[in-house]
C-alpha cells in the first residue's frame, strides 16, 4: 500500500467534518444573512404590491392624456372630474392605511378595537386625508381641485416619511409611495394647467 494512502484518507475525513461546519458558520453569520434574506429597497416588495401599485397611477396618467387631447373640447372638464374622483378616493385609501397599521397583531375583533382605541393621534390623522378630499370636492372650483387634491397626497407622505421609523414603514413601501405619489401629483398639475390654459 502506498504511504499517501492513509495521508489522503486522514485528510478526506478532516474536509468532510469541516465543511458542514463552515457551511454552518456562513449561516449563522448574522451580516450575511441580514444581507441574503431581507433585500431593501423596491426588491422588498411583492410582485403583487408592484403591480397594483403601478397599476393604480394609469387612472391619473389617462385623465392627464385625456385632458391634453380634449383640451378644447367639454371632454376635459369630464376627464379632469374622473380623474380628481379617483384622487380623491386615493387619498381616503391612503388615510385608512393607519388604521390598519393600527389595529396590526390584534388576534380577534375585540382586541383589534381595543388597539385602536389606544394611539388616538395616528387615528385622527388617519381620517384627515379623507376630510381633505372632501373639502377639495366641495370647496374649490373645479380648476382649483387638482392643487388641492395634489398638496393632500404630498402631505400624507410628508407625514408617512416623518413617522416611518414610530410605525415601522419598510423603505421599500416608502420608496414606492413617493413614486406613486410623484406620478399621481404630477398628473393632477398637468391636468389642472392645461385645463387654465385652454
Known sequence: ??????QLARMRCATQTFTPLMIQM???????????SSPSGFASLSRPVLALGLGGLIP???GALWVWVARETAGAQTALTIQHAYAACILSFIGALHWAGASQGASDTRQAFGTLA?????????VMPSLWAWLAWVVPAQPSRGFWLAA???A?????WATASRWGW????LYLRTLLTAVASISLLASTLMTRTV
Not at 389606544?118 to 388617519?126: Q, Y
Request: aromatic share 12%; no cysteine.
Open 1 to 6: 500500500m502506498s504511504p499517501k494512502l492513509p
Open 26 to 36: 456562513k449561516n449563522d453569520n448574522p451580516a450575511q444573512a441580514h444581507t441574503s
Open 60 to 62: 391619473f396618467v389617462a
Open 118 to 126: 389606544a394611539p388616538t393621534w395616528r387615528l385622527v390623522w388617519g
Open 152 to 154: 393632500g397626497l404630498l
Open 156 to 160: 400624507a407622505l410628508a407625514f408617512d
Open 170 to 173: 419598510s423603505r421599500g413601501f
